[in-house]
């Protein structure tokens, strides 16, 4: 087995960008210097795996490039990492044909797979009009592929535009600064879809509607620097999955998950305030909540039809007041939908998200060598998110005691505390795995996500009464406040029962 500094390490930014703004991108003056040692390559390659895709699923890519009569076989396979950029296991191999080469992958990510070898077939083609440049930017060499993309599978054809930011010798902070200084430009979206991912997207009719969070994964011995970078790139990949797919098709479900990544990330931003303290830190969060506020309208409605008229007609079919705050509801939801689109083209929410990268990164924050910054970032993280579940679980127990007599406001912001306690059990979750943790952990995730989603029917009633005016919704929201008292009763037996419970991170 080859020890962990012998594996070769690929790390690269990747955008995404209309195909038609390429060449506008390549003539930019931070790259047009370069241009008369530019190179273009006609490249094709098949991707192979079992009809039932067992290297996808190990997160393992498999394929043979061609480029002119030069043919490379290539093996990634993902790896955890601490950058918003990419960062994967690579193994490549020159190969006479475009069958592949079984024997040279021992010693890769795919030995364990080779007894499958019989069953691994192509699966689909992408192939790429490549424009190559080395580029210098700061102290660092960055190789830049400029890519017009066909992927080609079996149930459809999908075109792309795409630059990778590939580090050859430097700093991961250049390579960040030099995409910063291309966005200027054209919009160039960051982008975790590897050109695999196209490829089983063209390969399969299936369409996702929404991709939840990922497992974080830190360790115990790991600094709460290294530990911001890795909760931070699991939520930026959160959010431009599901911002992928709402481009695509505009998705009540992704919104939702969109809105969620960006609280995630916020709520990861205020857990390590002390230790990501820069000019920036705040300027960041905001935009971030710009972002949530964007999509917020269209989440509303989205709740209020499902989870309040739709229930409302059942049995009153026939009930013309109600039908016609459907019809009401729906239209504005149309046109909130259409404000979704309008805000994700926008240049400020695509280069929001990219100035959002670079700064959990290489920010000011993550350069700065003062002494008090380094001991900052060195502290462990194991000590933080035990200081700041403690801390925050004890908030919750004490503003909750009063949840029954506090006004729908207030109760909202006790909401917003344990969605906060949720993602930071979350973001933390692997760092604690005692004798009884689990249990522990599980019961207490268990409850504080009944306890928020009983707050957030309440919530729901109180933000019904404000999105429509007319008598049938006053009569609607006369019977949904018949359901508050019994909502608060069970409020109250979820807090009594969170209570109860012994903190997971103790012991």
């Known amino acids: 087995m080859s020890k962990k500094?012998?594996?070769?390490?690929?790390?690269?930014?990747?955008?995404?960008?209309?195909?038609?703004?390429?060449?506008?991108?390549?003539?930019?003056?931070?790259?047009?210097?370069?241009?008369?040692?530019?190179?273009?390559?006609?490249?094709?390659?098949t991707y192979f795996d079992t009809p039932s895709h067992d290297l996808k699923q190990a997160g393992i890519s498999f394929r043979i490039r061609r480029n002119g009569t030069r043919r490379v076989q290539t093996i990634k396979a993902a790896r955890i990492s601490h950058d918003v950029a990419l960062a994967r296991n690579e193994w490549e191999h020159e190969v006479d044909s475009d069958d592949p080469d079984f024997a040279s992958a021992k010693g890769t990510a795919l030995e364990p797979f080779l007894n499958l070898q019989d069953r691994i077939q192509p699966v689909f083609t992408v192939t790429a009009d490549r424009t190559l440049l080395m580029v210098r930017h700061?102290?660092?060499?960055?190789?830049?592929?400029?890519?017009?993309?066909?992927?080609?599978?079996?149930?459809?054809?999908?075109?792309?535009?795409?630059?990778?930011?590939?580090?050859?010798?430097?700093?991961?902070?250049?390579?960040?600064?030099?995409?910063?200084?291309?966005?200027?430009?054209?919009?160039?979206?960051?982008?975790?879809?590897?050109?695999?991912?196209?490829?089983?997207?063209?390969?399969?009719?299936?369409?996702?509607?929404?991709?939840?969070?990922?497992?974080?994964?830190?360790?115990?011995?790991?600094?709460?620097?290294?530990?911001?970078?890795?909760?931070?790139?699991?939520?930026?990949?959160?959010?431009?999955?599901?911002?992928?797919?709402v481009r695509e098709r505009l998705e009540g479900d992704a919104i939702h998950q969109m809105r969620v990544a960006l609280?995630?990330?916020?709520?990861?931003?205020?857990?390590?305030?002390?230790?990501?303290?820069?000019?920036?830190?705040?300027?960041?969060?905001?935009?971030?909540?710009?972002?949530?506020?964007?999509?917020?309208?269209?989440?509303?409605?989205?709740?209020?039809?499902?989870?309040v008229l739709k229930p409302a007609l059942i049995g009153r079919d026939e009930d013309a007041g109600l039908n016609a705050l459907l019809q009401e509801a729906q239209e504005r939801r149309a046109q909130a939908y259409g404000k979704v689109r309008e805000f994700m083209a926008s240049s400020r929410f695509v280069n929001g998200v990219l100035k959002t990268a670079a700064w959990i990164q290489a920010g000011a924050w993550a350069e700065d060598e003062s002494k008090p910054a380094r001991k900052r970032r060195a502290l462990r993280i194991s000590v933080l998110a035990e200081e700041e579940l403690d801390r925050r679980w004890k908030r919750i127990l004490k503003r909750g005691k009063r949840l029954a007599d506090l006004d729908p406001e207030d109760r909202h912001q006790v909401r917003i505390e344990i969605k906060k306690l949720r993602y930071a059990a979350e973001f933390f979750e692997s760092l604690f795995k005692g004798q009884g943790t689990k249990?522990?952990?599980?019961?207490?995730?268990?409850?504080?996500?009944?306890?928020?989603?009983?707050?957030?029917?309440?919530?729901?009633?109180?933000?019904?009464?404000?999105l429509h005016g007319s008598a049938a919704a006053e009569a609607l929201h006369e019977e949904q406040l018949a359901h508050v008292d019994d909502l608060l009763a069970k409020a109250m037996a979820q807090y009594r029962e969170l209570a109860s419970l012994e903190p997971f991170w103790k012991g």
């Open 263 to 307: 609280r995630r990330l916020r709520a990861a931003i205020t857990l390590f305030k002390s230790i990501v303290a820069d000019e920036e830190r705040d300027e960041i969060r905001s935009e971030l909540k710009w972002m949530a506020n964007r999509l917020g309208e269209a989440r509303d409605l989205d709740v209020y039809i499902a989870k």
């Open 138 to 245: 700061g102290q660092s060499i960055i190789e830049v592929a400029a890519d017009r993309g066909r992927a080609e599978g079996a149930d459809r054809d999908l075109t792309f535009g795409e630059l990778e930011l590939e580090l050859k010798e430097g700093t991961v902070a250049d390579l960040f600064a030099l995409a910063m200084t291309l966005s200027e430009a054209a919009p160039l979206r960051l982008s975790y879809r590897t050109k695999a991912q196209r490829g089983y997207e063209a390969a399969s009719d299936e369409k996702p509607t929404k991709v939840k969070s990922g497992l974080v994964k830190l360790k115990r011995r790991m600094t709460s620097a290294e530990a911001f970078q890795i909760i931070g790139a699991s939520c930026l990949k959160h959010l431009m999955a599901n911002e992928t797919i």
């Open 439 to 466: 249990a522990r952990k599980q019961a207490a995730l268990a409850t504080l996500e009944a306890l928020q989603e009983t707050l957030g029917d309440l919530n729901d009633i109180a933000v019904g009464a404000q």
């Open 5 to 45: 500094h012998d594996i070769p390490i690929e790390v690269e930014l990747k955008l995404e960008v209309e195909p038609g703004k390429l060449d506008t991108v390549l003539a930019h003056p931070g790259l047009k210097a370069y241009a008369r040692n530019a190179a273009r390559q006609d490249l094709h390659s």
